[in-house]
């Protein structure tokens, strides 16, 4: 059954390199929570208690505008292939863009992406497991494609356009920077 530990130990850390998906929480004080899906090998463990992940372009901005005003967030993981797990880190979050030092520090242990957008560095305060018995089993099949696609057409350029045109502010009218 469930667990709560201070940091992530090694078996856990495992799990988390064996997951191809994760879920990212976080609500400002007013306005709507938002959770995102993430993927396409965009999650690393720095230490123990600090992880982070490349956030890429999407249709829209909700973590930044988020974190701009309270810096707690969520992350889950489940466990879709093998022995049932959900694991969920809770911690206070930074965000860091491509001209800051910690962005630049960070950058290379991920891939290049055309359409890197922000690196979120989270320091964990608790580590929660539960059974996970009622999620199903489903086998991962490949990454999509189409954002790097996409990303790759609009070029560096086309992707900074992108942000000022629909990336600036939330689906509750908070800017995002």
């Known amino acids: 059954m ?26 400002r004080a007013q306005g709507s929570v938002n959770v995102s899906p993430k993927g396409m090998n965009t999650f690393r463990i720095i ?3 600090k992880i982070i992940w490349l956030n890429l372009t999407g249709s ?35 965000i ?12 290379p242990l991920f891939d290049k992406y055309v359409g890197a957008r922000q690196i979120i560095e989270m320091d964990i305060d608790l580590v929660q497991s539960s059974c996970g018995y009622a999620v199903p089993f489903m086998e991962f099949k490949e990454e999509r494609t189409q ?3 996409s990303d790759n057409k609009k070029g560096r ?21």
């Open 2 to 27: 469930g667990k709560q530990l201070k940091e992530l130990n090694a078996a856990l850390q495992n799990f988390i390199k064996d997951q191809k998906i994760f879920f990212v929480g976080t609500a």
């Open 47 to 49: 230490d123990n208690r």
């Open 157 to 177: 350029e086309g992707i900074r356009k992108y942000w000022k045109d629909k990336n600036t502010k939330s689906i509750d009218g908070f800017d995002t920077i």
């Open 147 to 149: 954002l790097a696609e």
């Open 96 to 107: 860091f863009h491509e001209n800051e030092e910690e962005y630049v520090a960070y950058s």
């Open 60 to 94: 829209g901005n909700e973590t930044a505008a988020h974190l701009l005003d309270n810096n707690r967030m969520t992350i889950m993981f489940c466990s879709f292939e093998e022995m049932p797990l959900i694991l969920r880190l809770y911690g206070n979050a930074k």
